[in-house]
Structure formats: C-alpha cells, structure tokens
C-alpha cells in the first residue's frame, strides 16, 4: 500500500485517473465527487446531493457521473458544472461515451422507468430503450460503435449488444443477473461478470457475435473488470482482488481491509487503483516481478503418518505456494501446490519414525520466489495397542472394585487413564491419569450398582489408544 484517502462515508465507486493532469477522481456514498492528486491529495470536492454507488469516467477533459437519484452530471476538470439531466429511476451504473461522444448509460427502477440512454455531447437524449425489470452496470463500448449491455427482462437476464442507434442485434443469457461493467479487450472480446442464485459469479467472455469463447466461475464477485493493454483483467470479490489472464487463470490476488465493491483502474505505469468498504482508496503494483519469500516455516508433527505446516505470507502478488520436502541427504521433490493466501498445509501418509525437512515458496506469471528456510519434524512411532486383558474384581472390603490390565509390550508406551461410567456406552468420568501399574483399586463405591470402565493407553506423545470395549462390575452387599 503506498497511500490510502479516507472519505467521510464508504466508497463503492470505481476512481479514474486523468493521465493529463495527474489527477484521480472518485465518488463516495458521503455525496461527494472528489478529485484527488496522484499522491493522495485533495485538489477539490463538490456535493451532487446523493450517494454515488457507481463509477466517473472522463473523456475529452469532461468528467462523467450520476448520483443514486438518476442525476447526471458533466464537469469540468477544475469542478465547475457543463451540465446535467434527470433521468428518470435510479442510477447505479456508470456512464460510458461512444466513439461518436455520446454518452450511454443504463437506469434501474419499474417498467416505466428503467432504460438504457444515449445522451448527447450537450446533455440531450439522442435515443432510450425501455427495458422490463432493470439495468444495474454500466455498458462496454466495442470497436464499431456497438454497446453491449446487461438487462434483465421477462426472458431472463441476458447480455445485449445494441448498434449506435439504439436498435439491438443480438443477446446472450447468462445464468444471473449482470450487475458489473461489462468491458471489451484490446482483441475485441467482450468481458461480463454474473452474480449466481448459487452465491458465486461466473465471467464470461463472449465474441462480437454473440457467442460464449469461455466461462469462469471464481466466488462473488462484487465489482466490474478492468482489462489492461495485454488483456489481463483485474476484479474484486469479497476482500480480494483477482488478476486473470485471457484463458481465464487467476495469476495473482492480493487481499484488502474489507470488501471491494470499486472497480479497478489501471494506470499507465501498471499501477492498479481501487476503492474498498474500508473508506479507503488503495494503490497497488500489477506484479511485475515474482513474490516475496514466505518466511517462519514450521512443522507441526501430529501423528507417526501426518505433519502440519504453517507460515507466513510475504507477498500480495502470489498466485500461490509450492512446497517441497526430503528426507535424509536425499534432493527436495514437490509435494504439492496450494492455492493464493493459503498458509497451512497438513502431508499425510508418511512413514512412521521418519524425519522430514520442508521447505515452501510462493510463485506468479513472473516466476517463484527464493526459498523459506527449511524446517524438519521426525514422524512419531506407530500407535501403541489398546489395553487388554482386563479383569473386575470385586475383593470384598471398603466397597472396591480392582480393576487390572495387561500394559502393552511397547517402549513408547507411557501411562494408562481410567474413566468410570453408570451408564454402558458412556466413558463418563476421569477415575485416575497416569497410572504405569498394571491394577488399581477404584473405592467408595455404592454395592449393587454395576459400574462401566473405559482404558485408553497413551504413548509418550500424548496419543490416545481407546480400548474397544467397555469392562463392568459391580460391589456386592
């Protein structure tokens, strides 16, 4: 993180930079339009009366945005007003402008009010199209003028793609609603994110006639795609940001204070811009070079079969972790790989009263980082056999019980506890721990009430062998 602006209220907006004037803009739900240094600094803000849920975008010097209230608004760079036009319902998607300027935009609300709108360079409307049920991201602009669009309407939720004059030409159905941007790359294909009724979001990538080249299902997926010039995308889900190439493979995340709701903006020198539920704005490199190191590797001997990893992560650009192990003087081999922001690992199927070493590193599209330092852990023995042979004897003094055993024949056995229960099935009660004699006597008990023992044998490791049977008695009178 190189620097964070905090606003009064969270911010859910994509932010804009303005190349020529080294200036970031943003909206907030405080209201407000802020326009930002490159450094973080405030330059000016101006108040369009309600919540901004939705991204500026500026084009030939004009800054581009609307309020919740269906406001749009044109501004100068220095933050006075062009001009502005209500539009009837809600606006939550963002404008975009046309390669003949006009701008387009989409407005949420009944069958009265929601439509997609080209509006012209001087604030009038060139052109609506009435939609049934609502428009809730903003529109892709292709390379022939056409705008692709996601409405849901009575057949469904669908991507349309309009020509310049507003009449449509085709539409794709997606399995749910298509809430972010929808964005086309440098090699014209066409990028749109829908939420699932499942709780996922899938990505599409659809060619300018209409048909599917792929689909990726990721998580939720909360903000619109940006799309770079060698056609990596970058997207936020939940608290994390996902960098994925065109094939659809995440190549790196990195994770945030809250949920991210902005989308991203890429800046000329492959810097990545977004906002987070946090009310802060963060700056991040695209991950041009390979990840930091994990470091504080450590292994965790549960069992004479299984060792558990942990470390820490060094790295906010790591697609994820490759991990490697040996045994005695032998080369490290790859075990396994694990996903980004994963920092445990447990090896299973081990050889009993081995020692492992284990070293980790985290990797990108760039390459893998250096090495963690190693770390070792000697698997523990096989488990020891349960206690048997046990008798109840009832010896006929002070109301007892003697309860004996035979102790397994096994160096790595260490102590036996003793659990008493009134009722068969039940361990019930902690008679005694740390018995290393092969009887006890069990006394003050009540005559004629039948009492239930449970054995476990526990080795030097502290593991637990339960005996597969309960053994009962009881006191005569």
């Given at each position: 993180?190189?620097?964070?602006?905090?606003?009064?209220?969270?911010?859910?907006?994509?932010?804009?930079?303005?190349?020529?004037?080294?200036?970031?803009?943003?909206?907030?739900?405080?209201?407000?339009?802020?326009?930002?240094?490159?450094?973080?600094?405030?330059?000016?803000?101006?108040?369009?009366?309600?919540?901004?849920?939705?991204?500026?975008?500026?084009?030939?010097?004009?800054?581009y945005i609307i309020s919740v209230s269906g406001e749009l608004y044109a501004f100068l760079t220095n933050g006075n007003v062009k001009w502005s036009i209500r539009l009837k319902g809600q606006?939550?998607?963002?404008?975009?402008?046309?390669?003949?300027?006009?701008?387009?935009?989409?407005?949420?609300?009944?069958?009265?009010?929601?439509?997609?709108?080209?509006?012209?360079?001087?604030?009038?409307?060139?052109?609506?199209?009435?939609?049934?049920?609502?428009?809730?991201?903003?529109?892709?602009?292709?390379?022939?003028?056409?705008?692709?669009?996601?409405?849901?309407?009575?057949?469904g939720d669908n991507l349309y793609a309009f020509s310049e004059a507003g009449v449509p030409k085709w539409k794709y159905a997606t399995s749910g609603w298509i809430n972010q941007s929808v964005m086309v790359g440098p090699d014209?294909?066409?990028?749109?994110?829908?939420?699932?009724?499942?709780?996922?979001?899938?990505?599409?990538?659809?060619?300018?006639?209409?048909?599917?080249?792929?689909?990726?299902?990721?998580?939720?997926?909360?903000?619109?795609?940006?799309?770079?010039?060698?056609?990596i995308m970058y997207v936020g889900g939940d608290s994390t940001i996902y960098?994925?190439?065109?094939?659809?493979?995440?190549?790196?995340?990195?994770?945030?204070?809250?949920?991210?709701?902005?989308s991203p903006t890429i800046s000329t020198d492959r810097m990545v811009y977004f906002g987070c539920m946090d009310g802060k704005m963060y700056a991040l490199e695209c991950g041009s070079s390979p990840p930091d190191a994990p470091?504080?590797?450590n292994a965790r001997v549960c069992s004479s079969k299984t060792v558990e990893l942990s470390w820490i992560d060094n790295s906010n650009n790591e697609t994820g972790f490759v991990i490697e192990r040996k045994t005695g003087e032998g080369e490290f081999n790859v075990v396994t790989d694990v996903p980004v922001n994963i920092i445990k690992f447990t090896d299973t199927n081990l050889l009993a009263v081995t020692k492992y070493e284990y070293?980790?590193?985290?990797?990108?599209?760039k390459g893998e980082s250096?090495?963690?330092?190693?770390?070792?852990?000697?698997?523990?023995?096989?488990?020891?056999?349960?206690?048997?042979?046990?008798?109840?004897?009832?010896?006929?003094?002070?109301?007892?019980?003697?309860?004996?055993?035979?102790?397994?024949?096994?160096?790595?056995?260490?102590?036996?506890?003793?659990?008493?229960?009134?009722?068969?099935?039940?361990i019930g009660s902690l008679v005694r721990n740390n018995i290393t004699t092969d009887y006890i006597i069990d006394e003050n008990l009540v005559p004629n009430l039948r009492y239930y023992y449970t054995l476990k044998a526990v080795d030097r490791h502290g593991i637990e062998v339960l005996s597969t049977r309960?053994?009962?008695?009881?006191?005569?009178?």
């Open positions: 993180q190189l620097w964070a602006y905090e606003t009064l209220k969270s911010i859910v907006s994509s932010p804009v930079i303005d190349p020529d004037n080294d200036t970031i803009y943003v909206g907030s739900r405080d209201g407000y339009l802020y326009s930002l240094t490159i450094d973080g600094n405030l330059r000016w803000k101006y108040y369009i009366g309600d919540s901004v849920e939705s991204s500026p975008i500026i084009h030939n010097g004009i800054i606006g939550f998607s963002s404008p975009v402008v046309g390669l003949d300027g006009s701008v387009y935009i989409g407005v949420n609300g009944n069958e009265e009010n929601s439509a997609i709108y080209a509006i012209s360079e001087i604030g009038k409307i060139r052109w609506k199209y009435p939609v049934t049920y609502g428009i809730r991201a903003a529109a892709g602009v292709g390379y022939d003028n056409s705008i692709y669009i996601g409405i849901k309407d009575k057949n014209g294909g066409i990028y749109a994110v829908s939420n699932e009724p499942t709780g996922t979001s899938k990505i599409y990538r659809i060619n300018d006639n209409g048909q599917s080249d792929w689909h990726h299902q990721i998580g939720w997926i909360y903000s619109a795609p940006s799309i770079d010039s060698s056609g960098a994925i190439n065109k094939d659809g493979e995440i190549i790196w995340a990195y994770t945030a204070g809250s949920r991210i709701a902005s470091e504080h590797l070293r980790v590193a985290s990797y990108n599209q250096a090495y963690s330092d190693t770390c070792s852990g000697k698997t523990f023995s096989e488990p020891i056999e349960e206690i048997k042979a046990v008798q109840i004897i009832d010896i006929g003094a002070s109301n007892s019980l003697q309860i004996r055993w035979k102790k397994p024949d096994d160096s790595n056995f260490s102590h036996v506890r003793l659990y008493r229960s009134i009722i068969p099935g039940e309960q053994y009962s008695g009881a006191v005569r009178k």
